[in-house]
């Protein structure tokens, strides 16, 4: 192999190690970004219970659940 095919190879190889790397980093920013709309999502069921649970509350105080 002459010194330009050699320099061809290594170029060939650092360009998929970079397109790998790129890869990674998307799938890393998809699981993230995943967990976060999870964690939102979890957050406004807790906040929409415990809502509900003191408009019942108001309710129950005031006669108006009957």
């Known amino acids: 192999m002459d010194n330009s095919q050699n320099l061809s ?3 060939g190889q650092a360009k998929g ?3 790998e790397k790129g890869n990674q980093m998307i ?6 970004a995943q967990s976060a709309k999870e964690s939102l999502q979890e957050a406004g069921q807790q906040m929409q219970a415990k809502a509900q649970g003191a408009a019942d509350a108001v ?3 005031t006669g108006l659940n009957k």
């Open 9 to 11: 190879y290594q170029a």
């Open 17 to 19: 190690q970079a397109q």
């Open 27 to 32: 799938n890393s920013a998809t699981n993230i």
């Open 59 to 61: 309710k129950n105080a």
